[in-house]
């Protein structure tokens, strides 16, 4: 059974950088072909991708956003991660990770975090 | 970049019609389209991949087709759970991901 589960600050100040976390199970990010994706959404808007995070460590950023975006993993401990750097009032959403499935899309969702960014 | 264009922005249906929205791409994505359904306060569950599979379990009254910039996304027989927003993603311009706006869809 595949699961994902998000977590993060809930609350940070603008510039500040925010962390995330991705912790899933029923499936390695060391297995061939497996990956991890990012996605958010501000309340009441729709979906916006972020990044991916490929088994052989192949990295892919949104390009509006590359400069601030890190992704990672821990093959070992089941987990991924998304580093936004100098946050401001517009990253306020709520934050997803997905498994990305064997053709590209995102068959498994974690229940998503929300994070806000307040001064 | 890739841009998804969703049609309608907002549906309101009647139990038993069917149901009919669309997406079109800025550029040729060939059948790299998925849809998903997000109800309200929970996560986007994957429905149709590679624009017209549908995935496990999903009930055979939602379709999807197209290819190319095109694609539609139809459910023959709306229920009472159906209510939701669809959204399209495309992941042709690998890797480069991109949803379209949405599609809300309302009982009437």
């Known amino acids: 059974q595949v699961t994902l589960k998000e977590s993060g600050p809930g609350i940070l100040q603008p510039s500040q950088t925010l962390s995330l976390t991705c912790t899933f199970s029923g499936f390695s990010l060391s297995t061939y072909g497996m990956g991890v994706g990012w996605i958010r959404q501000p309340s009441g808007k729709g979906l916006e991708w972020l990044a991916n995070?490929?088994?052989?460590?192949?990295?892919y950023y949104n390009p509006s956003l590359k400069n601030r975006l890190t992704i990672s993993k821990d093959t070992s401990n089941n987990q991924a991660f998304l580093k936004i750097t100098n946050v401001d009032t517009a990253d306020t959403a709520t934050y997803y990770c997905a498994r990305i499935g064997e053709l590209g899309d995102f068959d498994y969702w974690g229940q998503g975090v929300m994070v806000t960014v307040s001064s | 970049d890739i841009v998804m264009t969703q049609s309608p922005t907002s549906m309101s249906i009647s139990v038993g019609d069917r149901v009919t929205m669309n997406c079109k791409a800025s550029?040729?994505?060939?059948?790299?389209v998925d849809w998903y359904q997000q109800k309200t306060g929970q996560s986007p569950k994957l429905l149709i991949y590679k624009a017209s599979n549908r995935y496990t379990g999903v009930p055979d009254r939602f379709t999807g087709s197209g290819s190319g910039t095109d694609f539609t996304f139809t459910i023959s027989n709306m229920q009472a759970e159906d209510p939701a927003i669809y959204y399209c993603l495309q992941h042709k311009s690998y890797p480069m991901y991109t949803f379209g706006a949405g599609t809300k869809l309302e009982l009437k």
């Open positions: 550029q040729n994505v060939g059948s790299n």
């Open positions: 995070i490929w088994w052989d460590d192949d990295k």
